[in-house]
Nanobody
Framework: VQLQAYGGGLVQPGDSLRLSCDTSGPTFSTYGVGWFRQAPGKEREFVGFVSLSGTSTNYADSVKGRFAISRDHAKSTTYLQMNSLKPEDTAAYYC????????????????WGQGTQVTVSS
């Protein structure tokens, strides 16, 4: 079971960016996927979650209305569309799956991808 997050980069405030999370093995067809982020010196925090079917999503208040998660079952890929980016969105972003625990907690997941860095700066 592997997850791979990618698509990060350096953008300006107000820009948009789309992150992708590819999954291999049975992960994609078995679990919902969560996105988390971690800024330097801070704990990893919940960003959002999409259910296995892709029909249900859940977002942190800090990104609600700006970020959107979707799934492409044909590609076994989950996306994090980030709009109206702010400097405070700067962090390494991670996708996670499995565990079956509380979706807003890092302890609710077993499988993690490596982080992809997003930097929002003018």
């Amino acid at each position: 079971v592997q997850l791979q997050a990618y698509g990060g980069g350096l953008v300006q405030p107000g820009d948009s960016l789309r992150l992708s999370c590819d999954t291999s093995g049975p992960t994609f067809s078995t679990y919902g996927v969560g996105w988390f982020r971690q800024a330097p010196g801070k704990e990893r925090e919940f960003v959002g979650f999409v259910s296995l079917s892709g029909t249900s999503t859940n977002y942190a208040d800090s990104v609600k209305g700006r970020f959107a998660i979707s799934r492409d079952h044909a590609k076994s890929t989950t996306y994090l569309q980030m709009n109206s980016l702010k400097p405070e969105d700067t962090a390494a972003y991670y996708c996670a799956a499995g565990g079956g625990g509380w979706v807003r907690s890092t302890s609710g997941y077993v499988y993690w991808g490596q982080g992809t860095q997003v930097t929002v700066s003018s």
